[in-house]
T-cell receptor, first 109, second 115 residues
């Protein structure tokens, strides 16, 4: 039931852009995005509900294609602080949030 | 306001021993859950609860028990520890699923090693 994330890892230079994709085999009620710094707990970034909306958080935004059961996270003009592992979480309407295997993002100067 | 508190932060067990990971939240969240995190596997749901007295299994429940006697507490019990249960465990809580507000707040994690 875990959604599939890609890529597994990406290395960026400061100022470059990145896209992280998340897809599910089940119909989605919502998609969540979390970021986890090394040795810390995951922290909520944003939630996208059914309706194909796009949300933004500073220079990080996301889209949700309900028909394709896919979501993408866009990181624009990356900063060193963006480094970490990004997880998408899929909520299928049952009482659960299932997470993908994560995308490790490294931003270098 | 402490959020989600997990104890202990670190624990080493021998195979066959039992232990309880404690989780408490002070946000009056109805929904609580336990995840385990292993390298390359992401976060996998072990057990969850939608309110006091109600618990259910997640993706990987075998070898674990939970109970929810109060809204605040959701302990995870390892009945007979096995090396395969070596992992980092996260407790998380939220106002509830299906409401568009199922935003999880995670505890700091408990690193368990089973020898």
């Amino acid at each position: 039931q875990q959604p599939v994330q890609s890529p597994q890892a990406v290395i960026l230079r400061e100022g470059e852009d990145a896209v992280i994709n998340c897809s599910s085999s089940k119909a989605l009620y919502s998609v969540h995005w979390y970021r986890q710094k090394h040795g810390e707990a995951p922290v909520f970034l944003m939630i996208l509900l059914k309706g194909g909306e796009q949300k933004g958080h500073d220079k990080i935004s996301a889209s949700f294609n309900e028909k394709k059961q896919q979501s993408s996270l866009y990181l624009t003009a990356s900063q060193l602080s963006y480094s970490g592992t990004y997880f998408c979480g899929s909520e299928t309407g049952a009482n659960n949030l299932f997470f993908g295997t994560g995308t490790r993002l490294t931003v270098i100067p | 306001n402490a959020g989600v508190t997990q104890t202990p932060k670190f624990q080493v067990l021998k195979t066959g021993q039992s232990m309880t990971l404690q989780c408490a939240q002070d946000m009056n969240h109805e929904y609580m859950s336990w995840y385990r995190q292993d390298p390359g596997m992401g976060l996998r749901l072990i057990h969850y609860s939608v309110g006091a007295g109600i618990t259910d299994q997640g993706e990987v429940p075998n070898g674990y028990n939970v109970s929810r006697s109060t809204t605040e507490d959701f302990p995870l019990r390892l009945l007979s520890a096995a090396p395969s249960q070596t992992s980092v465990y996260f407790c998380a809580s939220s106002y509830g699923p299906g409401s568009g507000a199922n935003v999880l707040t995670f505890g700091a994690g408990s690193r368990l090693t089973v020898l």
